[in-house]
């Protein structure tokens, strides 16, 4: 089993940065392909960025891809996404979630393949 816990989400202006953090428990954390998916109000759950079990090859939804940085440390179970320029479109609620080993990397922006959720932190760019 793996618990997620996220924070790092709060009230941003425009323009401004933002880093969330998503803490791994559990033994088979460092094993998991970690995900960041964001839903607004109103709006289907989206693929933001993921990152593989290593930290060595990265994943981002074409629109996150210039602003957005997904990073890993596993000796603190830690998997980090960096927010720059926010827009008042990236307002959401973001989640972690994670999936174990096998798993298809042509596949991590899908949802359905994570195993584990955690409870997302919401993000709002408001002026």
């Known amino acids: 089993q793996v618990q997620l816990v996220e924070s790092g989400g709060e009230s941003v202006q425009p323009g401004g940065s933002l880093r969330l953090s998503c803490v791994g428990n559990?033994?088979?954390?460092?094993?998991?392909?970690v995900g960041w998916f964001r839903q607004a109000p109103g709006k289907e759950r989206e693929f933001v960025a993921a990152?593989?079990?290593?930290?060595?090859?990265?994943y981002y939804a074409d629109p996150m891809k210039s602003r957005f940085t997904i990073s890993r440390d596993n000796a603190k179970k830690t998997v980090n996404l960096q927010m720059d320029r926010l827009e008042h479109e990236d307002t959401a609620v973001y989640s972690c979630a994670a999936v174990r080993v096998p798993y298809s990397e042509a596949r991590l922006g899908i949802a359905s393949e994570y195993d584990y959720w955690g409870q997302g932190t919401q993000v709002t760019v408001s002026s």
């Open positions: 990152i593989s079990w290593s930290g060595q090859t990265t």
């Open positions: 559990g033994r088979s954390f460092n094993d998991c392909a």
